[in-house]
């Protein structure tokens, strides 16, 4: 099955920075599209972006367009999700997944069930 872990959250003040890895192991995720959600205490988990399994193509959501970029290390394994000008409501738990079905990559906003693979979540926390 594989497993993914989220790593390199924290408490950053607003419009600071952090970046997130996402390192699998156990199988390679290198041709799979993957994934970052976030979820909120009381919130439902929302989409933030994908990344093609090559690196070339992203997608967003509308809310950290321009402020977040995902990339990717395919030789690592790993996933990096680097977030800049950072707002409080940006607070979450942030997750990495990968497709679940090993489809091509598509310019739309992913759904939960599109992934099969989660990691356990690292959590960001900006403040005010």
């Known amino acids: 099955q594989g497993e993914l872990v989220e790593s390199g959250g924290g408490l950053v003040q607003a419009g600071g920075s952090l970046r997130l890895s996402c390192a699998a192991s156990g199988r390679t995720f290198s041709g799979y599209v993957m994934g970052w959600f976030r979820q909120a205490p009381g919130k439902v988990r929302e989409f933030v972006g994908v990344i093609s399994w090559s690196g070339s193509n992203t997608y967003y959501a509308d809310s950290v367009k321009g402020r977040f970029t995902i990339s990717r290390d395919n030789a690592k394994n790993t996933v990096y999700l680097q977030m800049n000008s950072l707002k409080p409501e940006d607070t979450a738990l942030y997750y990495c997944?990968?497709?679940?079905?090993?489809?091509?990559?598509?310019?739309?906003?992913?759904?939960?069930?599109?992934?099969?693979?989660w990691g356990q979540g690292t959590q960001v926390t900006v403040s005010s």
């Open positions: 997944a990968a497709d679940k079905y090993g489809r091509s990559w598509a310019p739309r906003p992913y759904g939960i069930s599109d992934f099969g693979s």
